[in-house]
């Protein structure tokens, strides 16, 4: 069954410094596609990054990264020069048969993360 | 501005109510979802659809229904409602982009409290 595991319940950064928030999940379909969400105080969910199973390279949008590890299974998100905004809860995501239409997404628990100024 | 959208924000009912929450997409997607999620916990899928007249359960058992009607249009019923259906409703929508895989648009949510 496919699982997504969070382990940081809650990550404290310094303004400006660079964070990972850690994700590692469990498939046994070989295509899949991983995601990361940020969710402010306010509720709504905002889609950061994805990588799919069969890309090569890491992707990157802006500042935010995901360190893909296939044979370990973790999809980590690097946020780079944090800012004071970027406090959030951000939830890492799995959906499994990327190539064959599968769209049924699975959650984390979510990391809150809070950035010192 | 947002593609999504559902109403009401935030909604305070008396236990036994009926209840409908309404969610509306202006992007022509065909899949849409509604997530269950208490605060700082994961969403937990409840109900998705296909299309027009496609509805599925989704991975957590809930007493609510939904309707697919028009493709635009996702509305989430409870028919009775109760202190446990206390949550946030999130609800989404999907197609396929290049840069993100069938990345979901959420809904701002709707913040339920059953009394």
């Known amino acids: 069954a496919q699982k997504i595991t969070q382990t940081q319940p809650g990550m404290f950064v310094q303004e400006k410094e660079a964070v990972t928030l850690d994700c590692t999940y469990d498939?046994?379909?070989?295509?899949?596609?991983l995601f990361w969400y940020k969710q402010p105080s306010s509720g709504e969910m905002i889609f950061l990054i994805y990588?799919?199973?069969?890309?090569?390279q890491n992707a990157t949008e802006g500042r935010y990264s995901l360190n893909f590890q296939k044979a370990r299974k973790s999809a980590n998100l690097v946020i780079s020069a944090s800012q004071l905004g970027d406090s959030a809860m951000y939830f890492c995501?799995?959906?499994?048969?990327?190539?064959?239409?599968?769209?049924?997404?699975?959650f984390g628990a979510g990391t809150r993360l809070f950035v010192k100024a | 501005e947002a593609d999504i959208y559902q109403t009401p924000r935030y909604l305070v009912i008396g236990t036994g109510k009926k209840i409908t929450l309404e969610c509306s997409q202006t992007?022509?997607?065909?899949?849409m979802y509604w997530y269950q999620q208490d605060p700082g916990m994961e969403l937990h899928l409840i109900h998705y659809?296909?299309?027009?007249?496609?509805?599925e359960k989704g991975d957590l058992s809930s007493e609510s229904t939904v309707s697919r009607i028009r493709t635009e249009h996702f509305p989430l019923t409870l028919e009775s409602a109760r202190p446990s259906h206390t949550s946030q409703y999130l609800c989404?929508?999907?197609?396929?982009?290049?840069?993100?895989?069938?990345?979901?648009?959420f809904g701002s949510g709707t913040r339920l409290t059953v009394v």
């Open positions: 989404a929508s999907s197609e396929y982009r290049s840069a993100g895989g069938y990345g979901y648009t």
């Open positions: 498939t046994s379909d070989p295509s899949y596609g």
């Open positions: 990588q799919g199973s069969y890309d090569q």
């Open positions: 995501a799995m959906r499994e048969g990327i190539d064959t239409g599968g769209f049924k997404t699975i």
């Open positions: 992007m022509g997607h065909d899949k």
């Open positions: 659809s296909y299309g027009v007249n496609s509805t």
